[in-house]
């Protein structure tokens, strides 16, 4: 996977999939964590991007899908376990193969290695009260861009202004 750590910070190459249906987007977390993040995972080696939302979505949740189209290149700089992260992503707009086969509204759980993994779908309308990481998505799943956008975050206060 391409992932480098350095002393105390890291930097991820990670794919992301934007998943939308009947008004609702499905999201996920580690068990225990307090924020709510979109599924993907990091590129491994001579991976394409989109070919990586293929191999994670079929590993973690045992589903097919569908990308459809990119729809932002994000950089983020954020803290994560004691580490300063630089993670570079690729935001996709995915449709699974068979939606319906997995709860609305409940927490499921899916498959990572080293990680316990809850799923859940949530209205596009909850989106502003949810803790959900990196920020932009609360307003940026609402209105999703017609051509790709890049998107800078940046959630570490020394390395803000650069």
């Not at 809850?118 to 990196?134: D, I, M, N, Q, V």
Request: with cysteine.
């Amino acid at each position: 996977m391409l992932s480098f750590d350095s002393n105390s910070a890291r930097l991820n190459v990670r794919s992301v999939a934007v998943i939308v249906h009947d008004g609702n987007v499905l999201l996920h977390r580690a068990v225990g964590d307090d924020f709510w993040t979109l599924p993907g995972g990091r590129v491994e080696f001579f991976e394409n991007s989109d070919a990586t939302l293929h191999r994670e979505l079929l590993e973690e949740l045992g589903a097919g899908a569908v990308v459809k189209r990119h729809l932002w290149y994000v950089e983020n700089f954020f803290e994560c376990s004691g580490k300063q992260c630089h993670e570079i992503g690729n935001y996709f707009l995915v449709q699974l193969l068979e939606p319906d086969q997995f709860p609305k509204h409940e927490v499921f759980h899916g498959v990572e290695a080293d990680v316990n993994l809850e799923f859940k779908w949530f209205a596009l309308s909850e989106l502003s009260g949810l803790a959900l990481k990196p920020e932009f998505l609360r307003s940026g799943l609402l209105e999703l861009p017609a051509a790709t956008k890049y998107i800078k975050v940046n959630e570490i206060a020394e390395f803000r202004g650069r």
